[in-house]
Nanobody, 131 residues
Framework: QEQLAESGGGLVQPGGSLRLSCVAS????????VGWFRQASGKGREAVSC???????FYADSVKGRFVLSSNNARDTAYLEMHDLSPDDTGTYFC?????????????????????????WGQGTQVTVSS
């Protein structure tokens, strides 16, 4: 069964940067969509960004211009580069995979932000932004 594993979290000062990694255990990224979500303490999970198998990228408004998606040449690792971090970015970050067509859509049946589309989840990595 496909598994995902995140890494790269840590403690960073406001204005700093981190790069999170999401390693897929079996299939290359071309076969599915990788979504990034985060959850702050005491709050619900929030969609952050999404990299589809055909290379489309989507970002939540709160991270546009600061976060950047990419993948490695082997197409087994997805990255989330996070810049100009603020305390509001603190939380546990998860990557998850989806095998349905997703888009930036108001229709929940294809909206990349909908958690229900993602069937495999990593264990999460903690990001703390604090001085």
């Amino acid at each position: 069964q496909e598994q995902l594993a995140e890494s790269g979290g840590g403690l960073v000062q406001p204005g700093g940067s981190l790069r999170l990694s999401c390693v897929a255990s079996i299939y290359p990224l071309d076969y599915f969509t990788v979504g990034w979500f985060r959850q702050a303490s005491g709050k619900g999970r929030e969609a952050v960004s999404c990299l589809t198998g055909d290379g489309r990228m989507f970002y939540a408004d709160s991270v546009k211009g600061r976060f950047v998606l990419s993948s490695n040449n082997a197409r087994d690792t997805a990255y989330l580069e996070m810049h100009d971090l603020s305390p509001d970015d603190t939380g546990t970050y998860f990557c998850a995979s989806a095998r349905v067509y997703l888009d930036d859509s108001a229709d929940k049946t294809s909206d990349w932000r909908e958690e229900s589309h993602y069937k495999v989840w990593g264990q999460g990595t903690q990001v703390t932004v604090s001085s």
